[in-house]
């Protein structure tokens, strides 16, 4: 698939917005394809909020991974999911979702990443890349080297970078081969700034 060089997550602790809002905000920065991640609401909460933003982002084309439920991007039709290394295994994501559906897989070293490029997935991330605040408990940082030897092993997979990616580091992302970059705190940390953030991250080449 082709992946935008931005791929904007959501985050409604962090921004202290909806999930809609932050959909909106985004999109008007020029966002195509955005990932709804909520690991505190109850599955009924991320479901109504989910179904919200599907209503704004299908008017505006705009394609929406829902992370880690399948069932809720079964139930809503989203355009994709996002699953970890312990969520629902992607060959069975894609029995249920069937063969359109976008799915992306988080990966955490070199060895995961080779391995998923051979599944029925769209798109793999690595990371984080950076140290990070957003997620809790997370990985072991990977670093710029080992985005660039994802990149050697996998050819030309689709590949994310996640994790600690701001406006300060993510032309060396870019650079190390990743195609797209995952960024939560950045660009929704001060939610006055959001679309303001997003046109930066789009406007270089
Ligand atoms: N997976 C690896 S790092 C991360 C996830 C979900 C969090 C990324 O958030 P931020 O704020 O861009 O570091
Ligand atoms: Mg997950």
Redesign the pocket.
């Known amino acids: 698939m082709n992946l935008p060089k931005i791929y904007p997550i959501t985050d409604t602790r962090l921004a202290k917005i909806s999930h809609a809002a932050q959909v909106q905000k985004f999109i008007e920065g020029g966002a195509t394809i955005i990932q709804l ?1 909520d690991k505190n609401s109850s599955p009924k909460g991320f479901y109504e909020a989910a179904k919200e933003v599907l209503e704004i982002a299908r008017e505006r084309n705009v394609k929406i991974i829902i992370n880690d439920r399948v069932d809720i991007a079964l139930a809503l039709k989203a355009d994709g999911v996002h699953l970890g290394q312990d969520d629902l295994p992607p060959e069975h994501a894609r029995k249920i979702l069937g063969e359109k559906a976008i799915i992306g897989f ?1 990966t955490h070293n070199l060895k995961q990443a080779a391995e998923a490029a051979r599944l029925p997935i769209d798109y793999l991330a690595i ?2 890349v950076f140290t ?4 809790e408990n ?1 990985e072991n940082t990977v670093g710029i080297e080992t985005v660039k030897r994802v990149r050697d092993a996998i050819g030309d997979f689709p590949l994310v970078a ?4 701001t406006s300060e580091n993510f032309r060396e992302v870019l650079a190390a081969g990743a195609d797209s970059l995952a ?4 660009l929704i940390s001060d939610p006055h700034e959001i679309t303001r953030k997003m046109r930066i991250f789009l406007s270089e080449e």
Request: charged share 20%; no cysteine; proline share 12%.
């Open positions: 991640r988080s990371g984080p990070t605040l957003t997620k997370p996640i994790g600690g990616i960024i939560i705190g950045d």
